[in-house]
């Protein structure tokens, strides 16, 4: 019995990597642009259609801190407002969208490990209608993630 009681307390102090469903996924890429440039990528809201190939616009109205409002006109579908909640200049925001009882999250953030950058994107849905929303939309958005996530590195090595 005490075997099994240090092996459970050995198993819940190991974090287990989050399983990866179309309610809850993110994508990490390494890149060797310096985070500031990865920050500057993402908090410029107007140029976010160059890296989303989902996203046709976006704008923010105001500054770039909590609180603040934009609109997103995807490709397709129609176009919605978000909402920052939070930002950890120059490292991590979060937004949200309303979705019909729900909400749709995203969460980008960086870090270094190593001498190297390393850049988060992560979406969760909430809400009674989660379950509907990750199935029709988190589907979509998990396979197109990994593109978008190439494209912001490119911009970023090239420079741009």
């Known amino acids: ?4 009681l240090i092996f459970l307390g050995i198993l819940s102090a190991v974090q287990m990597p989050a399983q990866q ?3 809850h996924f993110s994508h990490t890429v390494t890149t060797t642009a310096r985070p500031e440039t990865i920050w500057a990528i993402w908090t410029n809201v107007p140029n ?3 890296w989303d190939t989902g996203l046709q616009s976006a704008t923010l109205e105001g500054t770039f801190a909590p609180g ?3 609109r997103l006109i995807p490709d397709k579908g129609p176009t919605s407002k978000f909402t920052l909640t939070e930002v950890q200049s120059p490292t ?3 937004f949200y969208t309303k979705l019909p009882l729900g909400k749709l ?3 980008r953030y960086w ?3 190593n001498g ?3 850049f988060t994107h992560e979406v969760w849905f909430k809400g009674v209608s989660k379950g509907l929303f990750s199935r029709v939309l988190g589907k979509k958005y998990r396979a197109i993630l990994p593109d978008v996530m190439q494209n912001i590195k490119t911009i970023a090595e090239s420079g741009q």
């Not at 019995?1 to 099994?4: E, G, L, N, V, Y």
């Open 116 to 118: 190297v950058t390393e």
């Open 68 to 70: 603040a409002h934009g």
């Open 48 to 50: 976010w259609h160059q």
């Open 1 to 4: 019995m005490q075997k099994i």
């Open 105 to 107: 999250y995203v969460k």
């Open 111 to 113: 870090r270094v490990n």
């Open 92 to 94: 991590s925001y979060v």
């Open 21 to 23: 469903t179309n309610r």
